[in-house]
């Protein structure tokens, strides 16, 4: 079993920046495939960012691409959501998740989630 923890959430102005990280416990994440999703008040959760288990190939959903970039320290059993430029509509829960399958899609662990808000 992988258990995650996310941290680093909080209330932000528009235009600043957060780092969420993902720390895992149980077992090591260095075969993971690993992922950040949010969710907003009445829609549903929405993939934002996924990263390979060595960091080698790296995925964005369009509206974050080129604010939000992905990490990960294996060796720290952590990945990381750098968050820059942030807008209003990036208010949501985010949780992040992982996974041993090969697709992007499909997740087996999910952490309990951060809030993250971002005032105009």
């Known amino acids: 079993q992988v258990q995650l923890a996310e941290s680093g959430g909080g209330l932000v102005q528009a235009g600043g920046s957060l780092r969420l990280s993902c720390a895992a416990s149980?077992?090591?994440?260095?075969?993971?495939?690993m992922g950040w999703f949010r969710q907003a008040p009445g829609k549903e959760r929405e993939f934002v960012s996924g990263?390979?288990?060595?960091?080698?190939?790296?995925r964005y959903a369009d509206s974050v691409k080129g604010r939000f970039t992905i990490s990960r320290d294996n060796a720290k059993n952590t990945v990381y959501l750098q968050m820059n430029n942030l807008k209003p509509e990036d208010t949501a829960v985010y949780y992040c998740?992982?996974?041993?399958?090969?697709?992007?899609?499909?997740?087996?662990?999910w952490g309990q989630g951060t809030q993250v808000t971002v005032s105009s």
């Open positions: 149980g077992r090591s994440i260095s075969n993971y495939r």
């Open positions: 998740a992982a996974t041993i399958r090969a697709g992007w899609d499909e997740y087996d662990y």
């Open positions: 990263i390979t288990w060595n960091g080698g190939v790296t």
